[in-house]
């Protein structure tokens, strides 16, 4: 429950609860962004974002994005298992 | 350099533990705390140490929210998951943890409807579509996590869902840190600052420790080039006789921390009198509770939670693991009785304690391999 994962914003599904659609490591999965409504602007469709326990954590670059994806696919066990807990997840 | 070659700049990792063997002043011995489990994961699966000189040592933090967990709080999550009627979910890393006579995967075993979820949001969906049943989610977690939780209860309250109450077990990182720096047990020189945390704290929060404890501390990435790299701006401060917070994540740390998650965590939750801490014993304020406005949501009101304080086993040495007095080869049932497979201690459960990392890369002893 440690990892943060980053994935990219497809679309918005839910204004209200503020939840969207993101593609995470090939899958998509549904995660709230309101942590994100700082400021003028929340997380929008194309953005990268960490993703924390089915909740965006921060934005990032793309570039961050892919190295924090490799460096989490390099650990191996701990991220397959994680990941096998996001797939189970369905978030509404 | 074993390990360098998979750095995301095998280059910039070389020049970095130059630039580090530089400037290191070679009758000086460095302690340096590692604060997030994270970190300590990325240190010896990248064999970052390896790439130190001998005087500079990581000394393993507090900052993995499964390992501090205490037994009778594991004890309390499991008596609820006993009580008839109730879905008791948990994120996948708590399912293995010792209570004092059972793990919840044990209760789960013997018939508790024991689920693991990715999300808290999870448990609150599994509440709608179970409104004859009570659901109970065993929230653990630092700031990091705080929010989540944070959100998910503001959801219950708005939807009205009242089968759904949480066991709070969110703890802060500032106390611990404290605690650590007033006990004469370890001396520390320096901090790398837990880099996930101060996304949603800040990098303010830190700035006691340089100004009261005049010691430095850098928040860092998760990269074994972003260890490196905070691991030299640490040892510049000390060389250089500053002490100051310093932000190697400042791509996405912003100083002032994310006002959003600060004011849901401060609707939401409010701080205890004391929490008791794997290893660190009773601090105060270190550990956040329901609201009064959240009452109704929380599992402690709701039912009756044994709160009963349990000594660690005998055998059990997560306390001076967590504290940083002893490294985990030296607890004595390291790799023997405690097995990331048959854990006797926390430190052993989760892949951030730092006992698990060690095991996991054959960090067996002492000796590190020679550059
Ligand atoms: S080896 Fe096991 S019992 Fe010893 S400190 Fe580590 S987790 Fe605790």
Redesign the pocket.
């Known amino acids: 429950m440690c990892l943060a994962i980053p994935g990219q914003i497809v679309e918005v599904v839910d204004e209200v609860n503020r939840l969207a659609t993101v593609e995470v490591a090939g899958v998509r999965r549904t995660v709230n962004i309101a942590l994100l409504d700082v400021g003028e602007t929340g997380a929008a469709p194309g953005d990268w974002v960490l993703i924390h326990v089915g909740f965006a954590l921060s934005k990032v670059d793309e570039d961050e994005a892919r190295a924090t994806l490799r460096l989490l696919e390099q650990m191996g066990a701990d991220y397959e298992q994680e990941l096998e807990e996001l797939k189970a997840s369905v978030i509404e | 350099m074993r390990f360098v070659d998979e750095f995301r700049d095998a280059e910039l990792g070389r020049a970095l533990a130059e630039e580090i063997h530089a400037t290191v002043e070679p009758e000086r011995h460095y302690k340096i705390m590692e604060v997030c489990g994270g970190h300590t994961h990325a240190i010896y699966k990248y064999g970052v140490d390896d790439l130190l000189p001998s005087n500079v040592e990581f000394v393993h933090g507090p900052g993995c929210p499964v390992c501090v967990i205490p037994m009778g709080r594991v004890d309390d999550g499991i008596a609820l998951a006993h009580e008839p009627g109730v879905i008791f979910t948990c994120f996948g890393d708590m399912l293995r943890v010792p209570g004092s006579t059972e793990t919840l995967l044990d209760a789960k075993a013997q018939g508790a409807d024991v689920r693991i979820v990715y999300s808290p949001l999870d448990a609150l969906r599994i509440a709608k579509e179970n409104p004859d049943r009570e659901i109970v989610f065993f929230a653990i977690g630092f700031e990091t996590t705080a929010p989540s939780t944070a959100l998910t209860l503001r959801r219950a309250k708005a939807e009205g869902a009242r089968n759904f109450s949480v066991i709070c077990s969110h703890v802060t990182i500032v106390p611990p840190l404290r605690a650590l720096l007033e006990s004469p047990e370890v001396r520390l020189d320096g901090f790398i600052g837990p880099g996930h945390v101060a996304t949603v704290i800040g990098a303010r929060p830190f700035q006691f420790i340089p100004e009261q404890y005049g010691k430095p501390l850098a928040i860092s990435g998760f990269e074994p080039l972003d260890v490196l790299q905070s691991v030299l701006m640490v040892l510049r401060q000390l060389v250089e006789a500053r002490a100051e917070v310093e932000n190697q994540y400042a791509r996405v740390v912003p100083w002032e921390g994310n006002p959003r998650a600060l004011e849901i965590m401060d609707e939401v939750f409010t701080l205890r009198d004391r929490f008791e801490w794997r290893g660190l014993g009773f601090i105060s304020e270190s550990a956040l509770r329901l609201s009064d406005d959240y009452a109704e949501w929380d599992a402690e009101e709701r039912f009756a939670v044994p709160d009963v304080r349990v000594a660690d086993p005998k055998?059990?040495?997560?306390g001076e693991?967590l504290r940083g007095v002893i490294k985990?080869w030296e607890?004595k049932?390291?790799g023997t009785a405690?097995t990331p497979e048959r854990?006797?201690?926390?430190?052993?459960v989760s892949s951030e304690?730092a006992?698990a990392a060690y095991y996991n890369y054959g960090r067996f002893a002492r000796e590190r391999e020679v550059l």
Not at chain 2, 315 to 318: I, K
Not at chain 2, 343 to 348: A, E, L, R
């Open positions: 055998a059990c040495q997560c693991v985990p607890c049932v390291f405690c854990p006797i201690g926390t430190c052993m304690g006992c």
